[in-house]
């Protein structure tokens, strides 16, 4: 292979930028021309690709989002899209696309590999942690982070007030985001939808608990199936003695600095990438499983496992005391 190609597609994660920027140096260290893809597949469907130099990605390790920007595309769902994409593909003579992005973006390029023979690599970039074939996504360890600070500074204001607080985090059908993060501020309860909530032993707890505590924190995953909004109703409606308050954290939880975590990880993940398309690897997943790279196929890496560590939820009830 000559020439390759690297987009971010899905929703932004923290650490892309610093993916984008070892595709491009890899690519550039291993003799090949690299390009760079604007806005997901949309830019590969209407040819916005643009080349791509070490200094085009100088500075950029350090930044939330991604300089290539991002979409969930439509029109690539359609044959006549990814058509469309391959022919643009053509006309600059690109052999092989990098992806960074979750199952959408995974879905996506098997179907292109499928129809137009192109080799694709996949990295892992999102914020919710819930692909197969990596122990972290690229973008995770900042999210908690995030969530970890935010919950911090709502504990201030919930001890302050004795009040109880339902915290819900984003995690489209996942719950790490929640259960790491519920762990790390210690919450009372962590809901996911992973694990059908037991509100009767939930309130059990909350009482049993009161004399020990002033404050409480219930993080619930947005992905559950009730939400913030319903958990926060219900808790009012059980215990109109405590003082509820809800908050939604939102997309802060996408954005901001890396941590180091994700910029090593996705350092790494980047550099394999291209080693990997140059070995000949193609429909498949770099990622990072006990410390070391390994590859997954597309279809693999997509399978959301609902097997949650029960280590992890043991935790938060035994320490919830
Ligand atoms: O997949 C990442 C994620 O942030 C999910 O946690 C969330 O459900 C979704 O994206 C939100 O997407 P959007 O920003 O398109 O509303």
């Given at each position: 292979?000559?020439?390759?190609?690297?987009?971010?597609?899905?929703?932004?994660?923290?650490?892309m930028?610093?993916?984008?920027?070892?595709?491009?140096?890899?690519?550039?260290?291993?003799?090949?021309?690299?390009?760079?893809?604007k806005?997901?597949?949309?830019?590969?469907?209407?040819?916005?690709?643009?080349?791509?130099?070490?200094?085009?990605?100088a500075?950029?390790?350090?930044?939330?989002?991604?300089?290539?920007?991002?979409?969930?595309?439509?029109?690539?769902?359609?044959?006549?899209?990814?058509?469309?994409?391959?022919?643009?593909?053509?006309?600059?003579?690109?052999?092989?696309?990098?992806?960074?992005?979750?199952?959408?973006?995974?879905?996506?390029?098997?179907?292109?590999?499928?129809?137009?023979?192109?080799?694709?690599?996949?990295?892992?970039?999102?914020?919710?942690?819930?692909?197969?074939?990596?122990?972290?996504?690229?973008?995770?360890?900042?999210?908690?982070?995030?969530?970890?600070?935010?919950?911090?500074?709502?504990?201030?204001?919930?001890?302050?007030?004795d009040?109880?607080?339902?915290?819900?985090?984003?995690g489209?059908?996942?719950?790490?985001?929640?259960?790491?993060?519920?762990?790390?501020?210690?919450?009372?309860?962590?809901?996911?939808?992973?694990?059908?909530?037991?509100?009767?032993?939930?309130?059990?707890?909350?009482?049993?608990?009161?004399?020990?505590?002033?404050?409480?924190?219930?993080?619930?995953?947005?992905?559950?199936?009730?939400?913030?909004?319903?958990?926060?109703?219900?808790?009012?409606?059980?215990?109109p003695?405590?003082?509820?308050?809800?908050?939604?954290?939102?997309?802060?939880?996408?954005?901001?600095r890396?941590?180091?975590?994700?910029?090593?990880?996705?350092?790494?993940?980047?550099?394999?990438?291209?080693?990997?398309?140059?070995?000949?690897?193609?429909?498949?997943?770099?990622?990072?499983?006990?410390?070391?790279?390994?590859?997954?196929?597309f279809?693999?890496?997509?399978?959301?496992?609902?097997?949650?560590?029960e280590?992890?939820?043991?935790?938060?009830?035994?320490?919830?005391?």
């Amino acid at each position: 292979i000559k020439n390759i190609a690297v987009l971010t597609s899905g929703g932004d994660a923290p650490g892309m930028n610093a993916g984008i920027r070892a595709v491009v140096r890899a690519g550039i260290y291993n003799g090949l021309n690299v390009f760079g893809v604007k806005r997901g597949y949309d830019g590969l469907v209407n040819g916005e690709i643009v080349p791509m130099d070490a200094k085009s990605v100088a500075n950029i390790i350090q930044r939330g989002g991604t300089i290539l920007k991002t979409a969930r595309s439509d029109e690539f769902r359609t044959y006549e899209g990814r058509k469309k994409a391959f022919e643009n593909i053509q006309k600059l003579e690109i052999d092989a696309l990098v992806v960074i992005g979750g199952d959408g973006t995974f879905t996506g390029a098997s179907k292109f590999i499928e129809e137009f023979d192109i080799p694709i690599i996949g990295m892992p970039g999102t914020i919710d942690n819930d692909l197969a074939g990596t122990d972290f996504t690229i973008g995770y360890d900042t999210a908690i982070n995030t969530v970890v600070d935010a919950v911090d500074k709502i504990r201030d204001t919930a001890e302050s007030h004795d009040r109880l607080f339902v915290v819900e985090v984003m995690g489209r059908d996942s719950g790490l985001i929640a259960l790491r993060s519920g762990i790390s501020t210690g919450a009372e309860a962590v809901l996911i939808p992973e694990i059908k909530v037991d509100y009767d032993a939930i309130m059990k707890r909350l009482d049993k608990t009161r004399k020990n505590k002033a404050s409480r924190i219930i993080i619930v995953a947005e992905g559950d199936k009730e939400g913030g909004i319903v958990v926060a109703d219900k808790i009012k409606e059980n215990f109109p003695h405590y003082d509820v308050r809800l908050s939604i954290l939102g997309h802060i939880q996408r954005g901001g600095r890396p941590t180091c975590m994700d910029r090593v990880l996705a350092s790494r993940l980047g550099v394999a990438s291209v080693e990997g398309l140059i070995a000949g690897r193609r429909g498949e997943m770099a990622g990072l499983i006990c410390g070391e790279v390994q590859f997954t196929p597309f279809k693999k890496a997509i399978k959301h496992l609902d097997d949650i560590n029960e280590n992890l939820t043991r935790i938060v009830e035994i320490l919830s005391l």
